[in-house]
DNA sequence: AGCGACCTACCAACCAGTAGGTAGGACTTT
DNA sequence: AAAGTCCTACCTACTGGTTGGTAGGTCGCT
């Protein structure tokens, strides 16, 4: 049952917001009432506090996997980028969430979202530098290469349903994430690869 | 006073969102009480309709004005990426506050930002395609690279909150927010030109 | 008997919105 | 000039409804 409710508050504080959504809400989408609901969770910051944990630490589990993989330059960049957006993908309403989070400065609870993504970051950055030294990347701001991406990835799964409106068919089904996911990649491949690298 | 509320509404509505803000708030924002805010707008909605409004005209005016320059193919992109990020460092609540409603699907009231939106980015994606068939851009995915500059671009204003952590200073202003537009510039000559045209 | 899962009934706090009244400035009428 | 009439901007006090959370009881299973 926790793992029903969990499930359920994710997609609902996803779709509405922390704010935009009640308890009832949750409740009644699970088939039981609010009392029952806190029965399983103590009050409604500690049943989101549970929800932000789980998708970051399958967030984490998902890029620490992808960057534990062996080679390197732009083998290695593309399978991270890849492996972020094939969990995107699978879970929409994690986008939404960080997004929402990430709007919020990050800071609703005690989760310190910035602590624990910074030394993602910082080790992304460090790799990308060495990656330069090394004379296979151009000499390029690692940290706008990777805010880009960032937002690249986050903003076109996050405002779906407006990006919806604009392409007139449903952006997040299979054909159109794998475009995207091309896009993306060929966009970094020229903003990261030496001149003479780029051309295929 | 009007404008005062109004003002006082959108920077409270792209903080908090619309269900994280209370009129209660707004009222006190400005140093009045609630009915009498509801004396100058009939109801939360209209308040709410009022701030987006607003906001949507002051961001196409400048769109079309950035829009309507003359010169073609690089300047002319340029000139349109320039424009839109000024007018998001000098009002970062609009961004805000349009990350929100693109979050919610962009149907929060009777406005339909779809629908104001849509034109312009057809217009747009016919311009790039016009100039790739002048031979002035490379063969691209126009929808793509547009979707990618909204993102891009939103991206790093809206989340500035969580930005500024991983940076460690305040993203939103002036020599960040330069370097950030120089990145961008960067990032889509080498995605639109030809290789050619490239290097520097 | 004990326990986990669920319920109804309640609470205080807050929400948007309404009713009705007051102070003061402006404009007309005498 | 004085008096009466409006109007705008604000107020206090209230309504009905919803919120998160609690108290206490009931059911079925072990």
Redesign the pocket.
Known sequence: ??DVILAEATDLFAEHGYDG?????I?AGV??????????F??????YGEVFEQMLSHWLERVEAAMALPGSGWDRFSDVLSAGFELFAEHPSYVRLMRREALDGGSRLGIDLVGVVSPLFNTAVEWIDAEIAAGRFREVDARQVLITAYAALLGYVSDAPFINGLLGHDALSERPMHERCEHLLDLFRRLLLPATDVIL
Do not use: E, Q, W
Request: a positive charge.
């Open positions: 049952m926790r959504t009640s308890l009832n809400d409740a088939g039981i009432k609010r009392p029952s609901l806190l029965h399983h103590p009050s409604k910051d500690d049943l």
